[in-house]
């Protein structure tokens, strides 16, 4: 018995070794910003990655709750289960905190969460893929990885405060200043913004797999707008 549960351990273990092989063959970079209206009144999340489809996997949102980036190695559940926090009443930091506890991978995440309060909080494992950071400022949340480097934030940031326009607008654009920093180092394949009020979702735009994702996520966004 005692030299079965040794060889299971050990297979186990190669299991695990061999999980942190792949993920680190399949590092996904990404950048997202999370940001509020000036009026309060909606709130977004807008996302570009080197990796397809990154709009069913990192922005989450809610209408009247907050929105949410999960990403690097991406675990889903901090955008799903997370949103149901915030709407059961707990604060961004403490529903990251609560599901940062459950995580025994939480090193390899990268989350942002801000609900309709403007209150935030950003988490950024060890293990997530350098070039990672962030910024933040009074409306909004910036969080990148595998990127070319701190510009990529810092374009993305700068150029989310000087846009004028609708929230949709302006988060689109800051991508793509995000994009034309330096952006995922494999370049972008996919890009997705989601807009949401306090009783409904007002913007919802996915373009799964794409040469130039933002300038065709804003192209379809102008579309929109007319």
Do not use: C
Request: aromatic share 6%.
């Amino acid at each position: 018995m005692t030299r079965f549960i040794a060889q299971a351990i050990n297979y186990f273990g190669k299991l695990i070794h061999l999980q942190y092989e792949v993920m680190a063959k399949m590092k996904t970079g990404t950048f997202s910003i999370l940001a509020m209206s000036p009026n309060s009144k909606l709130m977004g999340v807008a996302v570009a990655s080197g990796s397809m489809s990154v709009g069913d996997r990192v922005p989450h949102a809610m209408s009247g709750v907050g929105v949410i980036a999960t990403q690097a190695y991406t675990n889903v559940a901090y955008g799903t289960k997370g949103l149901e926090l915030l709407a059961n009443g707990l604060s961004p930091k403490e529903a990251l905190n609560k599901l940062l506890m459950e995580d025994s991978e939480r090193e390899l995440r990268q989350v942002a969460i801000m609900d309709f309060k403007k209150r935030k909080t950003v988490f950024t494992g060890t293990g997530v893929p350098v070039w990672h950071g962030g910024a933040t400022g009074e409306n909004y949340v910036v969080i990148g990885n595998l990127l070319a480097g701190k510009n990529v934030v810092l374009g993305i940031a700068e150029e989310f405060e000087k846009t004028n326009g609708g929230l949709a607008w302006r988060m689109a654009r800051a991508l793509k200043a995000g994009s034309e920093s330096g952006g995922d180092k494999r370049g972008e394949r996919s890009a997705a913004l989601v807009v949401v009020d306090r009783e409904k979702v007002e913007v919802k735009i996915k373009v799964d797999e794409h040469e130039a994702p933002i300038e065709e996520l804003i192209r379809k966004l102008e579309i929109r707008m007319r």
